[in-house]
């Protein structure tokens, strides 16, 4: 109480056209709620773990058996491994650990309203706390999966230490692919739960739209489906970086990138404002 | 005098009585947001939760909100916080704002009350430094040292409340929002708080109180503002601002318990259900009970016994969906439904509405049985629940009722009759402290010996209050036969205000030849705040010596 206070005001005015005010407000969010973030994960790990003697490892299983049953598939030949660039245990574990991490940030970030609500009904924190609690879980949730990667790529024998140095510095790019449409939805989804069951149906199929588990035929359908696919680039990029420590088609990427980047920054903006008017409707 | 730290200009909020169409509207209005267009006046189904309120707050002034459910308090106090978006106007804050809105928001069962302690401070605003250097104090004020490295799961509600308040009491904020959460825990405990929140207050911290403690309203608060239906009613100094207040709900309550007319009786509650467990929302407003109202006194309810099985059905105020158990006599009830209420009209201020419905079996009821409600493994109301003893349908055979046994019909005993005059004139309203003459009169109708009768007079709620019995001096007993009169002369009636029953035995000895509720009649106050149950008159002298 030594220091005046700055006087926060709360108005019916719309804020959307102050976009300054609202910046200046998430930055500020996300320089101060970085400990909030971090205590919320904390719970939100502890929680999730208690009474499970297991605990992460049962995250992993399922990513794993389906990678598992790829990689059986590709060594019977029934699926052409042909073209993968890399061993086919690696390409579909890397590829499965990569694409759990994108539907996990979107899945959490889409339902951050809807599991904060409680929080959101009685305490006003910064959204940003929340933001980041998502990013910070999906980090930790993404250290076993760096971790399994880590492992195959010395099992194959094509462990590049530089290139997977690389592909960790990067890695938290994957998180941010999947934050930029979850947030965006997340207002959408805490009104309509539709939005989530629409978007948890098309996360099933889009696997199958990119070189997840297996390298889709060039020349065909799919193959011109999987440049529009968000996860594409950014998956393939990161696979490649980590086991041959290169990229492939750089300009690409970066397109991507800069969608991802507009619809992140809208989705946090709009996250941002929605809170109060959405809270107390979740 | 100083700057405001508090200023509400204006300030109006509106929810949709439709709970389907309060989140279509919730889109709408997002989508207003983003284009900067503001939604006036109402739409469909929706209705003003706080309407127009101006006000100014300065530093270190303690503001009481009351007002009844619905009334706008908590969305005001939401809106304070900035937990929820005006619909017109403006707040501005000049301070730090601590809200305790619901204690233990954000607490986890499954983690220690130290971890909750960290976790909790954080939500709240601290940094792992300034809660390591409140710790020790939030650990000694919460008095749970022993408890401290346990799960909050297996904490009572009391001690996670406890908890809650020490965490948020250490923040030293400079604005204080209290939502009734400290009726919580025992009563050292909410005197401790109240101690703790004078200490803030003589600080300089401003408080703004929202209450139906109205003795904790006046002890706390030097003003108090009246809302009803989002509006302010009343402002002023907080005793004046309760005593209007509980004038207007004492005559609410009269015209709800007679009716507009005073000579009508209401019918015999005995004879009926005083409150079918089986109510709706709309014909039992005592059931208003929930997650941000959980401290409210038991109520008593009592149930026909003529059914197998009883359907046991509520609501409560929640913040989410959460398991729902009810327990009748410490044993589980089941619950066959449990659905969201589409009520939020009447309760602006609640997230949401469950509604729920249990069965039991006659059976396992015995007379006097428990029912708890436990919602997340929280207890959120208990109930007394009176089971009748089962009616035979004879007449004159008696049965039990929270007023005594009942004798409703008798061949030995007719033209029952009682009335209860002030000032000469008949009437079924008694201002506290008037002379009152209560008339029976009833039929002998054949000869008896040792005739006795009493008054019994009982709360509606069955506390007997008192009793006036011709036994004390026998004066019934010369009486054989004949149409009998009685007028019993009291010259202050210090009942304090609300509904009352007389409960009138006339008896042969020891043995009844009626008993029945023979009068209702309702208790007015003078608009002054009374305890207990009766007003005792009196003369106050004070010395002070020095020391």
């Known amino acids: ?282 | 005098m100083s700057e405001p730290i508090i200023r509400i200009e204006q300030v109006s909020k509106k929810y949709s009585r439709n709970a389907q169409q309060h989140l279509s509207y919730g889109i709408v209005d997002l989508l207003r947001e983003v284009m900067g267009r503001k939604q006036e006046g109402l739409r469909k189904d929706e209705f003003y939760a706080v309407n127009d309120v101006s006000l100014e707050i300065v530093p270190g002034e303690c503001l009481a909100l009351i007002g009844r459910n619905g009334s706008g308090k908590t969305t005001l106090l939401k809106m304070l916080n900035g937990l929820v978006k005006p619909d017109r106007g403006k707040i501005s804050i000049a301070g730090r704002v601590q809200a305790l809105i619901n204690l233990g928001a954000g607490f986890s069962p499954r983690l220690t009350g130290r971890e909750n302690i960290f976790n909790s401070a954080s939500l709240m605003g601290m940094s792992r430094r300034e809660t390591n250097e409140v710790l020790g104090a939030i650990i000694a004020f919460s008095e749970l040292e022993l408890f401290i490295d346990s799960p909050v799961g297996t904490y009572s509600s009391g001690m996670k409340a406890r908890l809650g308040f020490s965490v948020a009491i250490h923040l030293e904020p400079d604005i204080l929002l209290i939502d009734e959460v400290l009726s919580v825990g025992d009563y050292a405990f909410q005197n401790k708080c109240f101690t703790r929140m004078e200490e803030l207050k003589k600080k300089g911290v401003t408080i703004v109180f929202v209450s139906h403690s109205h003795a904790s309203v006046i002890k706390l608060c030097e003003k108090a503002i009246w809302l009803h239906e989002g509006k302010i009613h009343a402002m002023g100094p907080s005793l004046e601002t309760v005593q209007t207040y509980l004038k207007s709900m004492e005559e609410e309550d009269k015209r709800r318990h007679l009716g507009d007319g005073t000579h009508s009786l209401p019918e015999k509650q005995v004879d009926e259900p005083v409150v079918a467990v089986e109510d709706e929302i709309d014909d039992d407003p005592e059931l208003q009970l929930g997650v941000s109202e959980p401290k409210v006194p038991e109520a008593e309810y009592v149930l026909p016994a003529e059914q197998e099985s009883f359907v046991l059905s509520g609501w409560y105020k929640a913040s989410s969906e959460k398991d729902v158990t009810l327990l009748v006599n410490g044993s589980p009830a089941t619950i066959t439904k449990v659905e969201r209420l589409d009520v939020l009209d009447k309760f602006p201020d609640a997230p949401l509405i469950m509604g729920f419905k249990g069965t039991e079996h006659r059976e396992t009821l015995g007379a006097r049985n428990e029912v708890v409600l436990q919602v997340g493994g929280e207890t959120m109301w208990k109930k007394i629940v009176l089971v009748d003893t089962p009616k035979n349908n004879q007449p004159g055979e008696a049965r039990d009722s929270i007023y005594g046994p009942v004798y409703p019909a008798s061949s030995d005993v007719d033209q029952i009759e009682c009335r209860i005059l002030v000032n000469g004139e008949e009437t079924t309203t008694v201002p506290i402290h008037s002379a009152v003459t209560i008339q029976f009169s009833f039929r002998l109708k054949r000869e008896v010996q040792g005739l006795a009768s009493t008054l019994n007079f009982h709360r509606k709620d069955g506390l007997k209050v008192a009793a006036i019995a011709s036994l004390t001096d026998r004066r019934l007993n010369h009486i054989r036969t004949g149409h009998v009169y009685c007028d019993v002369h009291i010259a202050d009636f210090d009942f304090l205000p609300g509904p009352y029953v007389i409960a009138m035995p006339i008896a042969e000895g020891r043995s009844y030849l009626w008993r029945d509720v023979a009068l209702e009649f309702y208790v007015e106050g003078q608009g002054q705040l009374y305890w207990g149950i009766k007003d005792i008159q009196h003369s106050y002298e004070i010395r002070v010596e020095e020391a």
Do not use: C
């Not at chain 1, 019916?12 to 101060?32: N, P, T, Y």
């Not at chain 1, 699926?79 to 899945?107: D, H, K, N, R, W």
């Not at chain 1, 999987?226 to 690409?252: E, G, H, K, W, Y």
């Open chain 1, 1 to 282: 109480m030594d220091s005046p206070s700055p006087i926060r005001v709360y108005s019916a005015e719309s804020s959307a056209f102050h976009v300054g005010e609202v910046v200046r407000s998430m930055v500020s969010g996300v320089l101060k709620s970085r400990y909030v973030a971090y205590r919320l994960v904390l719970k939100d790990i502890k929680e999730s773990y208690s009474g499970s003697v297991l605990g992460f490892v049962w995250d992993l299983l399922d990513p794993l058996i389906l990678a598992g049953i790829f990689y059986y598939l590709m060594q019977t030949r029934l699926i052409s491994a042909e073209g993968l660039g890399m061993p086919a245990s690696v390409f579909v574990v890397y590829g499965m650990m990569l694409y759990q991490t994108y539907t996990e940030s979107i899945t959490l970030s889409m339902d951050l309203m809807n599991r904060s609500k409680n929080l959101l009904n009685h305490l006003n924190i910064a959204p940003e706390a929340l933001v980041i609690s998502v990013a910070y879980r999906v980090g930790f949730n993404s250290l076993f999966r760096i971790g399994v990667m880590l492992v195959f790529s010395i099992m194959a024998g094509v462990f590049s230490p530089i290139g997977f140095l690389k592909f960790i510095v990067l890695f938290p790019l994957m998180i941010i692919w999947g934050m930029a449409p979850g947030l965006l939805l997340a207002p959408f989804n805490t009104i309509y739960k539709d939005v989530g069951r629409i978007v948890r149906l098309i996360i099933v199929p889009l696997r199958f739209l990119a070189p997840v588990i297996y390298a889709i035929p060039a020349g065909t359908m799919l193959d011109k489906l999987q440049v529009i696919n968000p996860v594409t680039m950014i998956l393939v990029n990161l696979r490649s970086l980590a086991v041959n420590n290169s990229f492939i088609d750089v300009p690409m990427l970066l397109l991507h990138g800069g969608v991802v980047l507009v619809v992140g920054l809208v989705g946090w903006f709009l996250f941002h404002i929605s809170i109060p008017i959405l809270s107390e409707r979740s």
